[in-house]
């Protein structure tokens, strides 16, 4: 099967898969096109971190600058959610996700992500069916590890923070400073609640994950429609070849916009999730 480059014109055709490819019958039957993508997005991020932290000064040049900059904002963000007994511990990782998901997001948009790869000819021209690249947050395998690594170290510092017995208390456990024979009589229902809780918690990782591969995902969709729609509605081919060109630009600024969006909503409300369990508030209520 050849290799061919689409140019995003109306005679190449992508229809994204929601699975991944991989080189089936080979010894890289392991290495998918998601996991290419997701090894030259880290290998970029550690690149340029290492750069900007190379030779730092009390003047820094761009580079220092803006890693500065994101990592600033990027704490302060997380330090307003999480509070600062637990900012210095989380922080790491939510920063982590934060960049590996914006960049694994806008990398997805380059061109040749997902239109250089294996295919055939067809009655519309050539379809790529097997691409190289592809986006690595468009692959529900990867957004379901982070969100269970991510769980895995909720679990870990919530535990660590507050202790078994208070985190345990804060599911099941009676609220609102309920004591004596109203707190026993309403204890069944803070118990039925706090199985609900935990299936809530148990679906975290679903719903994090599915939130982020859905809207990657649709994405990719979006844009091939855009490209291709001029060949779709059946016109001339010189209308649909400017039509390819033309039409997605202002979604392309949308799905820039929606790749900030969704490394946003996925890394607050991973310390949404991290707030809620280790709060000292009413603790600290109970005591005054």
Known sequence: MPLNLFFASALTLYAPSIFPDSGAGTFLDWLSNSILVCAIVTTLII???????????LVPGNTQNFF????QQLYD???????????HRVFPLLATLFIFIIVSNW????????????GHESAHGFEVSNPLLR?????????????????????YWSLSEVGLKNFLNHIFGVKGGLKGAMAVLLAPIFIFVGLIEVV????????LSLRLFGNIFAGENLLTAMIT?????????????????????????LELLVGLLQALVFTLLCSVYIQLSTSHDEDEAGEH
Do not use: C, Q
């Open 229 to 253: 729609l001029g060949k779709d509605l059946g016109l001339p081919v010189w209308i649909s070849y400017i039509f390819s060109f033309t039409i997605p630009i202002p979604f392309y600024f």
């Open 107 to 118: 990398f997805g948009l380059l061109p040749g992500v997902g239109s250089i790869g294996w």
């Open 77 to 87: 963000l997380v330090e307003s959610v999480v509070g600062k007994h637990m900012v």
């Open 68 to 71: 500065e900059a994101v990592v």
């Open 47 to 57: 690149w340029f971190a290492r750069k900007a932290t190379r030779n730092m000064t």
């Open 200 to 207: 809530s918690i148990a679906f975290r990782p679903v719903s």
């Open 135 to 155: 986006p690595a947050t468009a692959d529900l395998n990867l957004t379901l590890a982070m969100s269970f690594i991510f769980m895995i170290f909720w679990l």
